[in-house]
C-alpha cells in the first residue's frame, strides 16, 4: 500500500516542481499583460483642457489648403467617375465640388444589373470593365477632364505622400498639370515601387514569371489592339492600378469602337476576372497616351500634380517606404498580438511615434514648398528628364 501511493505522489511533485519553477516566470508575464488590458479596457482619462486645442496646427493648416489653381482650369468640366459594388460607401466624395471645377460624380455600380451606370456582365474584369464602358458609352459627352476611382478613400495603392487618401490627392490635383502630362493622361498613383522602369516582360512564359499576370500580357495585347500597327511591346512599366485622369481628346484619339472591342473582350475572355483586370492595369498607359513604359520622376510628378515639393529627389521613395513600415507596425499594436509579445508592441509604439514625427516635418516642408508656383510649373517640364 506504502509503495503504491508514493508512485502516485511522484507525478503529483514533479507537477508541483514544475509549477514552482514557472511560477515566476508566469506572474512576470501577467505583470507586463496589465498595462496591456489597461490599456485597451480602462475608460479614457478626461482630456485637459487646452487653450489653444481649436487652432490648427501649420500641417493642418497645410493639408486643409491646397495651393492656389490655375485660372485657366476655372471652367474645365470634370466627371469623377467611381467604380463600386452596391454595398460600397462613397460619402467622402462629398464636398470635393468645392475644389474640381464643375464636377459630377458618376457612380457605376459591378453587382447591379438595375443601377443607372452599370457594366454589361456583373462583376467581369474588375475596374477595367466599368473604364472601358464609361468611355464608350460616354463618348461623345465626356466632360475635359475625367477621373477614374476606385470606390474607396482609402486604399494601400495610394501612396503615403498622398496620406493614404483620395480626400488628399484629388482636391489638390493640378488639372492644368494632367492636361500637359502626355497630351492629357496621368495615373494618379506616383511611387515606382513594384512598377518602374521595367516591370512586365510581356516574352515571358508562365514557368518563368512571378507576376500572375505576366505570361499572359502578349496574349491580351494581342486581342485587344491590331498588332500589324501596334505590336507588343517587350516591356511595360507604370505604376499600378488603374485610377487615372484623362483628358477629352485623349480619348478621343482611339476611335469609339476600340473602348467596346475592350469592353467586350473583358466580358467574354476565359481569364479569370482577376488576371483580366490586372492585364489592363499595364496597358491603360498605352491605350490613353502611346506610352509602352508611364514613369515620370516621383518628385517631379508630386510636386507638379499635387504641389507637394520635396527638396531632395530620394525623400517620396524614403516617406513612402516609412509610411508603409508604420502601417505594418500598427499591425504589432493590436490587442491580441500585443498578448502575445507585449515588449514587441511597445517596441513598436516608440518606433512609430519616430516615423509620425519625421512624416509630418518632411510633408509640412514639401507642402510649403508647393505653394510656390514657379517651382510647380519647373517640375512639371522636367517630369521624364532623366535623373
Known amino acids: 500500500m506504502t509503495s503504491w501511493k508514493h508512485a502516485l505522489d511522484v507525478p503529483r511533485r514533479r507537477s508541483l516542481l514544475y509549477a514552482l519553477i514557472l511560477a515566476p516566470s508566469l506572474c512576470m508575464y501577467l505583470y507586463t499583460l496589465y498595462p496591456v488590458v489597461q490599456r485597451y479596457y480602462a475608460p479614457p482619462a478626461p482630456a485637459a483642457p487646452s487653450p489653444t486645442s481649436t487652432t490648427p496646427s501649420p500641417l493642418e493648416r497645410l493639408l486643409a489648403a491646397p495651393p492656389p489653381r490655375d485660372p485657366s482650369t476655372a471652367n474645365l468640366t470634370v466627371n469623377l467617375v467611381l467604380a463600386t459594388l452596391a454595398s460600397d460607401d462613397i460619402s467622402w466624395t462629398a464636398g470635393l465640388e468645392a475644389y474640381l471645377p464643375n464636377l459630377r460624380v458618376v457612380r457605376y455600380v459591378s453587382d447591379s444589373t438595375t443601377a443607372p451606370f452599370r457594366p454589361p456582365v456583373p462583376r467581369k474584369g474588375r475596374e477595367a470593365t466599368i473604364w472601358h464602358t464609361y468611355l464608350h458609352d460616354f463618348y461623345d459627352a465626356l466632360p475635359d477632364v475625367s477621373l477614374l476611382v476606385h470606390a474607396h478613400e482609402r486604399a494601400w495603392h495610394v501612396d503615403g505622400v498622398l496620406q493614404g487618401s483620395l480626400r488628399f490627392a484629388l482636391p489638390r490635383l493640378d488639372l492644368a498639370a494632367v492636361l500637359g502630362v502626355r497630351g492629357g493622361y496621368a495615373n494618379l498613383r506616383v511611387s515606382w515601387r513594384d512598377a518602374c522602369p521595367d516591370w512586365i516582360n510581356t516574352s515571358l512564359p508562365v514557368a518563368i514569371s512571378i507576376k500572375q499576370e505576366e505570361p499572359y500580357m502578349a496574349a491580351a495585347w494581342r486581342a485587344n489592339f ?162
Not at 267 to 272: I, P, R
Not at 277 to 284: I, P
Not at 351 to 371: C, K, M, N, P, Y
Open 226 to 387: 491590331d498588332v500589324a500597327a501596334e505590336p507588343v511591346p517587350e516591356i511595360l512599366a507604370g505604376p499600378c492600378c488603374s485610377q487615372f485622369a484623362v483628358s477629352r481628346d485623349a480619348v478621343r484619339r482611339r476611335p469609339r469602337e476600340q473602348y467596346a472591342r475592350s469592353r467586350d473582350w473583358l466580358v467574354h475572355t476565359e481569364y479569370s476576372d482577376y488576371i483580366a483586370g490586372r492585364t489592363w492595369e499595364h496597358m491603360f498607359p498605352w491605350l490613353l497616351a502611346h506610352a509602352e513604359r508611364d514613369c515620370p520622376r516621383e518628385r517631379e510628378t508630386y510636386c507638379a500634380m499635387y504641389g507637394v515639393c520635396f527638396a531632395d529627389a530620394d525623400v517620396p521613395g524614403r516617406y513612402n517606404a516609412m509610411w508603409q513600415e508604420r502601417d505594418d507596425l500598427r499591425a504589432k499594436t493590436a490587442f491580441w498580438r500585443e498578448l502575445l509579445d507585449p515588449s514587441g508592441a511597445e517596441a513598436a509604439r516608440l518606433r512609430i511615434r519616430e516615423i509620425d514625427v519625421w512624416l509630418d516635418e518632411q510633408i509640412l516642408l514639401a507642402l510649403e514648398r508647393g505653394r510656390d508656383e514657379g517651382l510647380r510649373a519647373e517640375s512639371a517640364k522636367a517630369l521624364y528628364d532623366r535623373p
